[in-house]
């Protein structure tokens, strides 16, 4: 069974940084592209940054400059740089994978359990 496993939220004051971790452990056979959404409070989920195997990114206009995805294929894991916190940055951050398990023969999306981030003085 796959299951992300995410890391790093916290309390944080305006203006810092966090690092978040999603690791897919598990039997698998490949990891496509892997994401970081957000959901605050009130509001729907959004897409924050994606990376390919290829390393493409791509990343939401809210936190360009701000925010750097970054992977390490080996480990099955990415990371989430956040830089520059601002009190909107505020919510629940999930880790997205297109996973391919050893027990299917097509990918399927998988999502973790969230990671609260929060921003304030």
């Known amino acids: 069974q796959v299951q992300l496993v995410e890391s790093g939220g916290g309390l944080v004051q305006p203006g810092g940084s966090l690092k978040l971790s999603c690791a897919a452990p598990g039997s698998i056979s490949s990891v496509a592209a892997m994401g970081w959404y957000r959901q605050a409070p009130g509001k729907q989920r959004e897409l924050v940054a994606t990376i390919t195997r290829l390393n493409y990114v791509d990343y939401a206009g809210s936190v360009a400059g701000r925010f750097a995805i970054s992977r390490d294929n080996a480990k099955n894991t990415i990371y989430l740089q956040i830089n520059t916190l601002k009190p909107e940055d505020t919510a629940v951050y999930f880790c997205?994978?297109?996973?391919?398990?050893?027990?299917?023969?097509?990918?399927?999306?998988?999502w973790g359990q969230g990671t609260q981030v929060t921003v304030s003085s």
């Open positions: 997205n994978a297109q996973i391919l398990p050893r027990s299917l023969d097509y990918y399927n999306s998988y």
